[in-house]
């Protein structure tokens, strides 16, 4: 049972414009969020991050959203670079239970256009 | 990356054959993860510890197995290698529960083939 889904294996943008992400998950527990990004032949690499206390975090061209009502975070990165290619990863835990585990979704390909 | 390191970066072995994977840190994190990736399905969680001789079972950890001896070193060792392991493996570390906002940082990542 997927409890963090990314259902949209890949995304094509163009340069300039903007990319969003989304990611659902299951488990009303879940109360911390992350956003990594990987490259091909490299580990992942932590993006963005935002507490269930929020509802939106920024970090220069990076923002996260997250509605807890719908159990939804997305992405959005604007303006999109070619360098923004790779694969992005959404991470959920559940922080009171004490294991502090992140579970993964499936991962989405970005691809931006020059 | 700086801090953790994973060996070997490829492997190709036999079925049937025991394998052991390595990921050593320098950042003295308490906790050590050990994922795979494969298509389609992201990253799932083999084995965790949570310190020395300290280990626990992750969502797909059948025919697998880790050590953990002392703090820097986190072995995990398939058995018997199936066909069915061929995949990518990475380890990640951590600081304590709920200290910073960064969740893990991840290795390079191990290729293992079995064939």
């Known amino acids: 049972d997927q409890q963090v889904k990314q259902n949209s294996p890949s995304l094509s943008v163009q340069e300039g414009r903007i990319s969003i992400l989304n990611c659902d998950y299951t488990?009303?527990?879940?109360?911390?969020f992350l956003w990594y990004k990987k490259y091909p032949a490299e580990g992942p690499t932590f993006l963005i991050s935002?507490?269930?206390?929020?509802d939106k975090n920024e970090d220069g061209r990076f923002t996260v959203f997250l509605n807890k009502s719908a159990k939804h975070l997305s992405l959005h990165i604007v303006p999109s670079q070619p360098g923004d290619s790779a694969v992005y990863f959404c991470a959920a835990s559940a922080r009171t239970s004490g294991t502090y585990k992140y579970i993964f979704g499936t991962g989405t390909r970005l691809k931006v256009l020059a | 990356d700086a801090g953790i390191t994973q060996s070997p970066r490829h492997k190709v072995t036999e079925t049937g054959t025991p394998v052991t994977l390595r990921c050593h840190q320098t950042e003295n994190h308490r906790y050590m993860y050990w994922y795979r990736q494969d298509p389609g399905h992201g990253l799932r969680l083999i084995h965790y510890?949570?310190?020395?001789?300290?280990?626990d079972k992750g969502e797909v950890s059948d025919g697998y197995s880790v050590s953990r001896s002392k703090t820097e070193d986190f072995l995990l060792t398939l058995e018997s290698a199936t066909s069915s392991q061929t995949s990518v493996y990475f380890c990640?570390?951590?600081?304590?529960?709920?200290?910073?906002?960064?969740?893990?940082?991840f290795g390079s990542g191990t290729r293992l083939t079995v064939v």
């Open positions: 510890s949570y310190g020395v001789k300290d280990t």
């Open positions: 488990n009303s527990m879940f109360d911390y």
């Open positions: 990640a570390i951590s600081e304590a529960p709920g200290q910073g906002s960064y969740g893990y940082t």
């Open positions: 935002i507490s269930s206390i929020k």
